[in-house]
């Protein structure tokens, strides 16, 4: 009977205690806390109003009445960021506080007052300054650094690339985006309307 009764219990399926039943369902709830954690608050435009105290330079305030936030505050300094630059940079605007704390996102800057979207066109533009090049004057390499020469949209510019071909991102086969030392964005909109000579220069580099 002692063997009988050894054996049933060794096949017999294990039962699922309550720790493990919880350890089974826990991915799921994971998973959920982390969705969670990371919903998009999307603020309503009508809610809010942006303006500075100083000059032109100094930091860019708010207050917001929103529900989602939890009523009226005040940020004593805001960051405004797009979340799609290049391919969509006039919706999802993301805004953060002094601490680089996610207070919410606008869909688009449409329904805020004249003066507040003044104010977030002016704070996108220093971030996303973009110079798109138009000719290529000259091209020096030298251990391992490329300095360029170049025309631009916003006047002539020289700027230094560090290990070019990892500084340069293809966003198209012909529209290319290059980083230089400072972090500085260059853009080549379409490389096929270079003039040759500037053309043969970017072959030559890349």
Same mark, same amino acid.
């Given at each position: $009977?002692?063997?009988?009764?050894?054996v049933?219990?060794?096949?017999a399926? +294990?039962?699922k205690?309550?720790?493990a039943?919880?350890t089974t369902?826990?991915p799921a709830t994971?998973a959920?806390?982390?969705d969670a954690r990371?919903? /998009?608050?999307l603020?309503?435009p009508?809610? $809010?109003?942006?303006?500075?105290?100083?000059?032109?330079?100094?930091? /860019?305030? $708010?207050?917001?009445?929103d +529900?989602?936030?939890?009523?009226e505050?005040s940020?004593l300094?805001?960051?405004a960021?797009?979340?799609? +630059?290049? !391919?969509?940079?006039?919706?999802y605007?993301? /805004? =953060?506080?002094?601490?680089?704390k996610?207070?919410?996102?606008? %869909?688009t800057l449409?329904?805020l007052?004249p003066d507040?979207?003044?104010? %977030?066109?002016?704070?996108l533009?220093?971030?996303?300054?973009l110079p =798109?090049?138009?000719k290529?004057?000259n091209? =020096?390499?030298e251990?391992g650094l490329t300095?360029?020469?170049?025309?631009?949209?916003?006047g002539p510019?020289?700027?230094?690339?560090? !290990?070019?071909?990892?500084?340069?991102?293809?966003l198209?086969p012909?529209?290319?985006l290059?980083?230089?030392v400072d972090?500085n964005r260059?853009?080549f +909109?379409?490389?096929?309307?270079?003039?040759d000579?500037s053309?043969?220069v970017?072959?030559r %580099?890349?």
């Amino acid at each position: $009977m002692v063997n009988n009764f050894q054996v049933s219990a060794a096949t017999a399926p +294990p039962q699922k205690t309550a720790a493990a039943q919880e350890t089974t369902s826990s991915p799921a709830t994971t998973a959920e806390a982390a969705d969670a954690r990371y919903d /998009l608050i999307l603020l309503d435009p009508k809610a $809010m109003q942006l303006f500075r105290t100083g000059g032109p330079t100094s930091a /860019l305030r $708010m207050t917001l009445a929103d +529900p989602q936030i939890g009523g009226e505050r005040s940020y004593l300094r805001v960051q405004a960021s797009r979340a799609f +630059p290049l !391919h969509d940079p006039d919706r999802y605007i993301g /805004l =953060r506080d002094g601490d680089d704390k996610d207070i919410g996102t606008l %869909v688009t800057l449409d329904g805020l007052d004249p003066d507040s979207r003044a104010l %977030v066109e002016e704070e996108l533009y220093r971030r996303y300054f973009l110079p =798109r090049i138009l000719k290529v004057n000259n091209v =020096r390499e030298e251990f391992g650094l490329t300095t360029w020469d170049v025309e631009t949209d916003k006047g002539p510019r020289t700027f230094i690339v560090r !290990h070019l071909r990892e500084a340069t991102q293809e966003l198209t086969p012909t529209r290319l985006l290059v980083t230089d030392v400072d972090g500085n964005r260059f853009e080549f +909109p379409d490389v096929r309307q270079l003039d040759d000579a500037s053309y043969a220069v970017i072959q030559r %580099v890349l």
